[in-house]
């Protein structure tokens, strides 16, 4: 009788030094978040808030192509919507995201490659967002008939003003680094190859602050900046009660016989894609001068 | 015996399909907005509020100069004072803005040509504000002697932040598109000649969406991001106050005499005519080196 | 017996009219802010509060090298942390840039050369900031092992959004003017040579125009816009409790003995010089292609 295989850690934590980690992130081929990414996130967030000398976390991606593609359209929703909360009250895919944000160390999101739906709402939980110049940011989820349930109409209006958040929310297409950096959806737009190195650099010199100091900071930056958590619970019971329902699901029928959730085809542009089949609806005639 | 004329509609609507509609503004040579457009608005926007299927309303001006060039200053004051208040309570004008920007539908401007004072302040009530490269924006009422009245304070400080509100409404000068776009008072500018098509495309993919998401998304925005209710009253009570004082006659007579509210003159360059009316008052020596 | 000698000015008042004046900041070789400082703004607010006719404010420097480098790290700490509280009841540190903040006329900052951590709180704290090309702005406390104190986090976050505020203040790096107007914590960047004369005609402009427009238009525009008093108190508080602790002496004393608070050396390139101290010390191997 042997014990059943251990799921493979898709959060790899290398501990550069006890002030500095870097997290790299890795689940199939585009980096899909499930609920195993959700159970070992909360260990790592709860690993975060016990280190006591941890004064930095880069978090990158092991696929320069897909930074964390999305929430897997395939996982079990009856599972997922059956876990029990964290330690915040909240839903633990909730749970994760606001006690993410709240670490006494400082995260910051190394982002190369695609970075939609769940992934965004990943990096908008970190601290600090730096960005390769071929990464991509967005929220599909309009697009795919669903509310995106993370909290991204809180962490987004706050960040880059409501009409720039109602424009990447409802307009649900890809958002290029040199847009998202235009937008302050992420702080600065690196070289590609360039990032890791700048990203490094930028971690070190914060790991070699003193932690009181840095964690004072940010504890009062969280104070004057963070949505209330109680803005959170709403989006994803909307996101519940709106992913799946039949009236869309020949849009995520079109979207996986096009290569949904695969390298290649649709996963690459995901914008494009959801807005061929909305824009294949009858709209009444298209637009001519005059 | 005839009935009396029934005023000219000013808000076109072009129903494109039932989950798009096109609203395009038309009143005089320059697109005053008055006592009229109050009462025309509160009607479409009670339409908007029950169409079911509507999922994206875009709206454009019948003029390229002129989005709408801003309040008629030539209105009758106590006529608009006495307006019996909208369903929120607030005064209709308020109403009207408040509404707007809570409608289960996407809103869009479409920008080409001036939006100042009362259409800079419509178009912060839509949800998103694309531009052409030749549009301009601004509130010129505190050049004008008075206090905005349709809440820039409150929507302004939250899309671009203190400072730049502070500029923009303590200035009083004109804002160009590009300007515009660099402080996030709109979204982004297109060439005047490619806004009207890209706005389109954009507007097609939303409407293609379900509707059920895009109200459930947009329900969240609206609560993370809109000023509560309470801070527009104040704000209007303060123009009713400040407006049409004896102190401020001469410079709407200035400004009236050089070609304010006609298609050409002062109404072209109004921050500058503004500007130049204040300068001519004694402040002091013109700074040099030293 | 002669009485002693009176303190020198700070501030130096230019009332270049009744509506516009223009106070020159200088303090030593490169404009710390110390004691006197405190005291000698809180008789400059008080005096900006009584008059009636004053409507903008510009703050300049006299060195165009140092708008005001940063709290005096020599000052007698005892002394200071038993300061009289001000009207708000708050230190009269904070007491000082609250009220300025709020004051009914319009506060601009023209900005030459360096504005660090309480420089920064000081521009933080008027309406405007124009700055030169070759401004300078940033938060090093955190990289010298102290919360800032004066209030950036609470100020920043919403002005610049939560991201782009950590990476100012957990990153504690020199932020250059063209940086500093993309992340908006400037509202715009001017030539050096012609900052004076742009900045000198805005506030010309504003100084002809109704004071009570101005007023109740900023009245409104500080009710949305600024964080409320109370976020500011433990800001101070942990400023008194981190800095100059014996954790931290060896950082500052490295600083000391390469220029700081001398017009050449640490001072010039704080950023760089806070981080070579911090990246010296031991966080692991650097990070290398693989």
Same mark, same amino acid.
């Given at each position: 009788?042997?014990?059943?295989?251990?799921?493979?850690?898709?959060?790899?934590?290398?501990?550069?030094?006890?002030?500095?980690?870097?997290?790299?992130?890795?689940?199939?081929?585009?980096?899909?978040?499930?609920?195993?990414?959700? *159970?070992?996130?909360?260990?790592?967030?709860?690993?975060?808030?016990?280190?006591?000398?941890?004064?930095?976390?880069?978090?990158?991606?092991?696929?320069?192509?897909?930074?964390?593609?999305?929430?897997?359209?395939?996982?079990?929703?009856?599972?997922?919507?059956?876990?029990?909360? /964290?330690?915040?009250?909240?839903?633990?895919?909730?749970?994760?995201?606001?006690?993410?944000?709240?670490?006494?160390?400082?995260?910051?999101?190394?982002?190369?490659?695609?970075?939609?739906?769940? /992934?965004? *709402?990943?990096?908008?939980?970190?601290?600090?967002?730096?960005?390769?110049?071929?990464?991509?940011?967005?929220?599909?989820?309009?697009?795919?008939?669903?509310?995106?349930?993370?909290?991204?109409?809180?962490?987004?209006?706050?960040?880059?003003?409501? /009409?720039?958040?109602?424009?990447?929310?409802?307009?649900?297409?890809?958002?290029?680094?040199?847009?998202? *950096?235009?937008?302050?959806?992420?702080?600065?737009?690196?070289?590609?190859?360039?990032?890791?190195?700048?990203?490094?650099?930028?971690?070190?010199?914060?790991?070699?602050?003193?932690?009181?100091?840095?964690?004072?900071?940010?504890?009062?930056?969280?104070?004057?900046?963070?949505?209330?958590? *109680?803005?959170?619970?709403?989006?994803?019971?909307?996101?519940?009660?709106?992913?799946?329902?039949?009236?869309?699901?020949?849009?995520?029928?079109?979207?996986?016989?096009?290569?949904?959730?695969?390298?290649?085809?649709?996963?690459?542009?995901?914008?494009?894609?959801?807005?061929?089949?909305?824009?294949?609806?009858?709209? /009444?005639?298209?637009?001519?001068?005059?």
């Amino acid at each position: 009788m042997t014990s059943p295989a251990r799921p493979p850690a898709q959060f790899m934590v290398d501990e550069v030094s006890p002030s500095y980690w870097r997290v790299t992130f890795e689940n199939g081929p585009v980096n899909l978040i499930d609920a195993r990414s959700i *159970e070992q996130l909360a260990r790592l967030v709860s690993r975060i808030e016990e280190s006591p000398a941890l004064t930095v976390v880069v978090f990158d991606s092991a696929n320069p192509e897909y930074f964390m593609a999305h929430w897997d359209l395939r996982a079990d929703k009856a599972r997922v919507a059956g876990m029990a909360p /964290g330690p915040t009250g909240l839903h633990p895919y909730l749970d994760n995201l606001v006690r993410l944000s709240k670490v006494p160390a400082v995260t910051i999101s190394a982002i190369r490659g695609r970075a939609r739906g769940a /992934g965004s *709402e990943f990096v908008l939980a970190t601290d600090i967002r730096f960005a390769g110049d071929k990464a991509i940011l967005g929220h599909p989820e309009v697009g795919l008939g669903a509310v995106p349930g993370g909290g991204p109409m809180a962490r987004l209006a706050r960040l880059v003003g409501r /009409g720039r958040a109602a424009e990447i929310l409802l307009g649900a297409d890809d958002i290029p680094a040199e847009l998202a *950096e235009r937008y302050g959806y992420v702080n600065r737009v690196l070289p590609d190859g360039g990032l890791a190195g700048f990203v490094d650099v930028f971690a070190r010199r914060i790991a070699g602050f003193d932690k009181a100091a840095v964690e004072g900071t940010k504890a009062l930056l969280d104070w004057a900046s963070l949505p209330p958590d *109680e803005e959170f619970g709403p989006g994803l019971a909307a996101f519940f009660q709106t992913s799946g329902r039949p009236e869309n699901a020949a849009r995520v029928r079109y979207l996986f016989e096009n290569g949904l959730q695969t390298p290649a085809g649709a996963e690459l542009d995901l914008g494009r894609a959801v807005g061929e089949f909305a824009s294949s609806l009858d709209t /009444g005639p298209v637009w001519g001068p005059g």
